[in-house]
């Protein structure tokens, strides 16, 4: 059983909808991550949290720790957003745990 | 300021044989984390090293070792490579107190024939 599972693992969306998705996690940990990977590799981290919201342009991100669960929240979403989007935890002792992805395609 | 840099950006090996992949920290970043990517999966943490000490371990068997140099620049070896290995290597540094937060490089590409 992963630590990290995240829903859905294949979105695709019509550019301007507005897109959810979540994450669940299994192990205490001392903050959560959410990531975006371009095709190629190249990952930027997009968000570090540990209590409440956060936003940033069209991304907001949310968690309850009680629950265990985050989402990310895409606004007004443009085909410029298909990438794949990875959540990740990080324990005490610095480790981390990668959720496997959604991968995410905005059709014009 | 330069980012995370990893060399090579591609590389193709044959079973059995050995390899070493290198990655550049950010300026001023002390901590280096190593992560193994199979294709269509997340992100699974190899190890992770702190002013030249290993800092944690994730499930990856002892034929995966690593180095981290004075400069925090880091090496990823693998021995004995096997079909298996064959993934997107990426490293991330961390800054000094912010272990938490990563900056990831683009990433090795391995294929283990």
């Known amino acids: 059983k992963n630590e990290v599972e995240q829903s859905p693992q294949n979105l695709t969306a019509q550019e301007g909808e507005f897109i959810t998705i979540n994450c669940s996690y299994s192990?205490?940990?001392?903050?959560l991550h959410w990531l975006q990977q371009h095709p190629g590799g190249g990952i930027v981290s997009l968000f570090m949290?540990?209590?409440g919201k956060k936003k940033h342009g069209r991304l907001i991100a949310t968690i309850n720790i009680q629950e265990k669960h985050s989402s990310l929240h895409i606004t007004a979403s443009h085909p410029r957003d298909s990438a794949v989007y990875i959540c990740a935890v990080s324990l005490t002792g610095n480790q981390f745990y990668f959720g496997t992805g959604t991968s995410l395609t905005v059709i014009p | 300021e330069t980012g995370v840099t990893q060399s090579p950006t591609h590389l193709i090996k044959t079973r059995g044989q050995q390899v070493t992949l290198r990655c550049s920290s950010q300026s001023g970043h002390n901590t280096v984390s190593w992560y193994q990517q199979a294709l269509g999966q997340g992100p699974q943490f190899i190890f992770q090293y702190y002013r030249e000490e290993e800092n944690g371990r994730g499930n990856f068997p002892p034929r995966f070792s690593g180095l981290q140099f004075p400069n925090y620049s880091s090496e990823l070896n693998v021995n004995a490579l096997e079909l298996d290995d064959s993934a997107l290597y990426l490293c991330?540094?961390?800054?000094?107190?912010?272990?938490?937060?990563?900056?990831f490089g683009p990433g090795t590409r391995l294929l283990v024939l």
């Open positions: 192990v205490g940990i001392s903050a």
């Open positions: 949290l540990s209590s």
């Open positions: 991330a540094s961390s800054p000094p107190g912010l272990a938490g937060t990563q900056y």
